[in-house]
């Protein structure tokens, strides 16, 4: 399927994405260094219900049936069974490798503390037959762990602990396998979707917060990292379109350069008093003083769907998955990719 919607605006088309047999949800893209290939990641769901990772190497051209998908499950040893592996964010490795983070179940890791999933990062050739690495925020103690994002040495996710409904972010840090905890002042959730290396010690992050100010409303956010003073900057928050008056959720689910020192990010959110759930192509430029200017937003609604959500970014492209349900009370959920013109 593939469709031209026309806003005031701007111009968006839709197309499904090329994915393997199964239920496939995209969930993280960067680009091939030197090249007009992508690093997609993602997940499938086979017909067993279990999940397996998936990496997409090869151009958008053709909405990906000229690229190849690997099957990448994190490896299970004589002594652990490895049941679950979704791929989250892809980035471009040392010598041609590729990076990757995501999280897995093990047996042992459903119903016991530490349980759910635990995160990952992987770095090796495309093909899952390189180094896998647990990765721990809190010392361990945490109920699930979702790494999201990877680049320039830095990667960030999210935990929680058991018995805790409150989220926790952290970065962590490749070469020293170290965990640094990061939340928004005054809090009471925090997760980190999205990394972008701007280049030496500087990085800017997105994700989204809670606070006890706004009750059940959670806003996204940008903000500047420095890794070598592990100081942050330019804070902002945003909400959908703009508004006064908070929708429920608004989220940044990852983040990419855009022209004019700026970023592109794709957001999910609920608006107030959840009357309308989707997704959009958020665009954000700085100003003069290096914060953080308005955010322009383009609505992304998946032809015939009932449901679109706004998973990953790159340049003007946005991908992810949607929803259609069928006249047998079943749903059909596939990928898709919208390139927004801008």
Request: hydrophobic content about 30%.
């Amino acid at each position: 399927m593939s469709q031209t919607i026309k806003s005031e605006v701007h111009k968006v088309h839709y197309a499904d994405f090329n994915n393997p047999a199964g239920q496939t949800t995209i969930q993280g893209i960067r680009g091939v260094s030197d090249s007009e290939n992508v690093y997609i990641a993602g997940s499938l769901l086979s017909e067993n219900n279990l999940v397996q990772g998936l990496l997409y190497e090869g151009t958008l051209k053709k909405n990906g049936e000229e690229g190849k998908w690997h099957v990448v499950n994190f490896p299970g040893t004589s002594t652990t069974t490895v049941i679950n592996t979704s791929c989250y964010g892809p980035n471009n490795g040392p010598h041609g490798t590729v990076q990757i983070v995501g999280s897995y179940k093990t047996a042992a890791s459903t119903g016991k503390a530490p349980s759910g999933n635990l995160g990952f990062y992987y770095e090796g050739p495309v093909d899952g037959s390189g180094t896998w690495v647990q990765v721990t925020p809190n010392g361990g103690n945490t109920n699930n762990v979702f790494v999201h994002s990877v680049m320039g040495g830095l990667a960030v996710g999210n935990y929680d602990v058991e018995n805790d409904k409150n989220g926790y972010a952290f970065l962590y840090h490749i070469a020293s396998k170290e965990c640094t905890e990061f939340k928004v002042p005054d809090s009471l959730t925090t997760t980190l979707y999205g990394i972008w290396h701007n280049g030496g010690d500087s990085y800017t992050m997105a994700g989204g917060y809670s606070t006890a100010e706004l009750g059940k409303i959670s806003q996204a956010f940008l903000v500047d990292y420095d890794s070598k003073t592990k100081q942050t900057s330019n804070l902002k928050s945003f909400s959908y379109k703009n508004e006064t008056a908070l929708s429920v959720i608004t989220h940044f689910e990852g983040i990419t350069i855009a022209k004019d020192n700026g970023y592109n990010m794709p957001s999910d959110w609920i608006t107030l008093n959840g009357e309308k759930s989707g997704a959009s192509f958020v665009s954000v430029s700085r100003n003069a003083d290096g914060s953080f200017g308005e955010a322009n937003w383009v609505d992304i609604d998946f032809p015939d769907s009932t449901v679109t959500s706004a998973n990953t970014v790159y340049r003007n492209n946005i991908l992810g998955i949607y929803v259609i349900e069928n006249s047998s009370d079943t749903k059909t959920i596939s990928s898709f990719v919208a390139k927004v013109s801008i």
